[in-house]
């Protein structure tokens, strides 16, 4: 698989030398969801289920060529507000580095063009710089594949009787991803 997308602004923070940083957020819900496994012929496992539709909010963000990652977990629904309070508190303390400005890659997320949220970035355009992507383009975030590889590791084909069990699986995943990098690096390569 080649490049699968090279705009303009990569480009760019290539000869500033900033960091590129996409975000990216997602939602993982405590009923189980089946996907491809292994089984004796004639014999579909069977996973069982509670009735719960609770769902854990996660936001995240991934550094392109090193592999780091930041997250944090919300119950709230996503809004500006939070939107804000992540990008301050997670995304600037994890990736930004003085003299080596971020590069945030993001999607198209209504609250991500709210006024407050434009006002942050007026404030902090020394530490971060932002660019969206094209409308309807998740192929084109590497946080989507950090979310695919957590559900193929985390909830798939699993049960959970409680949020917190959910939660447990999803932050033991998470923190796997922090401590090595280089288990997602290879979902990064298509990006680079």
């Given at each position: 698989?080649?490049?699968?997308?090279?705009?303009?602004?990569?480009?760019?923070?290539?000869?500033?030398?900033?960091?590129?940083?996409?975000?990216?957020?997602?939602?993982?819900?405590?009923?189980?969801?089946?996907?491809r496994t292994w089984a004796r012929?004639?014999?579909?496992?069977?996973?069982?289920?509670?009735?719960?539709?609770?769902?854990?909010?996660?936001?995240?963000?991934?550094?392109?060529?090193?592999?780091?990652?930041?997250?944090?977990?919300?119950?709230?629904?996503?809004?500006?507000?939070?939107?804000?309070?992540?990008?301050?508190?997670?995304?600037?303390?994890?990736?930004?580095?003085?003299?080596?400005?971020?590069?945030?890659?993001?999607?198209?997320?209504?609250?991500?063009?709210?006024?407050?949220?434009?006002?942050?970035?007026?404030?902090?355009?020394?530490?971060?710089?932002?660019?969206?992507?094209?409308?309807?383009?998740?192929?084109?975030?590497?946080?989507?594949?950090i979310w695919k590889y957590t559900?193929?590791?985390?909830?798939?084909?699993?049960?959970?009787?409680?949020?917190?069990?959910?939660?447990?699986?999803?932050?033991?995943?998470?923190?796997?991803?922090?401590?090595?990098?280089?288990?997602?690096?290879?979902?990064?390569?298509?990006?680079?």
């Amino acid at each position: 698989m080649g490049q699968v997308y090279v705009p303009e602004s990569k480009k760019n923070a290539r000869s500033e030398n900033a960091l590129i940083v996409y975000e990216d957020e997602a939602s993982f819900r405590q009923d189980p969801t089946l996907h491809r496994t292994w089984a004796r012929r004639n014999s579909q496992p069977k996973i069982l289920s509670n009735g719960q539709r609770n769902s854990q909010k996660i936001l995240g963000a991934i550094s392109l060529y090193d592999g780091q990652f930041a997250y944090r977990h919300q119950t709230e629904y996503f809004n500006a507000e939070n939107y804000i309070d992540f990008l301050d508190a997670v995304l600037l303390e994890s990736f930004y580095r003085k003299g080596k400005r971020i590069y945030l890659i993001q999607d198209n997320a209504s609250y991500h063009k709210k006024p407050e949220v434009y006002a942050f970035f007026k404030a902090n355009r020394k530490k971060i710089e932002v660019f969206q992507l094209p409308s309807y383009s998740p192929d084109y975030n590497p946080t989507e594949c950090i979310w695919k590889y957590t559900r193929k590791n985390s909830t798939h084909n699993q049960y959970f009787d409680s949020p917190l069990e959910l939660c447990a699986s999803l932050f033991d995943t998470f923190d796997g991803i922090q401590k090595h990098p280089e288990k997602v690096m290879g979902l990064l390569q298509p990006f680079f």
